[in-house]
């Protein structure tokens, strides 16, 4: 359905103000592919190697089955929360802390939904960790980033119109229902305890 996400047996869904994605990834990092392999696990879709992200707005009119929603964190440190349907794995979204309540993430590959993400692909980012044993060469002629590390690498990717925009600090606290309200009335996030480097297959498969 239209402006919403929902998992893939229907239970949980959110029902977004503003569908339009604002940024659009694909990204080489063990992070994101750890959280997709929990799901792969716990019985939820296969792992792709460089998995498609898409920003989403935060404001959402409603959200349904959170009663089967469950947060998630890969380490105690980790910056980011993910959010499964428990019945049957789809990813819901991602919060993050320099998210500022104003966007989400979402990998639309490992959730449902027919959200606007009409939005060209943006740039590979974080290939630091990707490498031919994990999947084929990226082929898109856009803007590829090993990492943040260094100030040159973090102001070529901010002058970037579509990254600049979605990630600069909102003028004031962003207020009403959004997906990080979904977050703080679930459970708090349980710990999976992977480091960055861990198969997360074998711990919990």
């Known amino acids: 359905m239209k402006n919403t996400i929902t998992c893939y047996c229907g239970v949980c869904a959110l029902d977004l103000v503003d569908d339009k994605a604002t940024c659009h990834f694909q990204c080489g990092c063990n992070s994101c592919r750890q959280k997709i392999q929990f799901g792969e696990i716990k019985g939820g879709r296969k792992t792709k190697p460089l998995p498609e992200l898409f920003l989403m707005p935060s404001h959402l009119r409603k959200a349904k089955g959170v009663e089967h929603m469950k947060a998630y964190k890969l380490r105690e440190d980790a910056a980011s929360t993910q959010v499964y349907c428990t019945k049957c794995w789809a990813i819901l979204g991602i919060d993050q802390t320099g998210y500022h309540n104003k966007i989400f993430l979402i ?61 600069a600090e909102p003028d004031a606290p962003i207020t009403g229902f959004t997906f990080r309200s979904v977050v703080e009335a679930l459970a708090e996030p349980t710990i999976l305890g992977v480091q960055e480097q861990d198969n997360i297959f074998k711990i919990y498969s």
């Not at 290939?127 to 898109?140: F, K, Q, R, V, W």
């Not at 040159?152 to 990630?167: L, V």
């Open 107 to 167: 990998f639309p590959e490992f959730c449902e939904t027919e959200a606007d993400l009409s939005l060209p692909l943006v740039a590979y980012i974080w290939m630091e960790d990707y490498n031919d044993s994990i999947g084929p060469a990226p082929t898109e002629d856009v803007p590829l980033f090993e990492s943040m590390r260094y100030e040159q690498e973090y102001k070529r990717a901010f002058s970037i119109p579509e990254i600049g925009d979605t990630f």
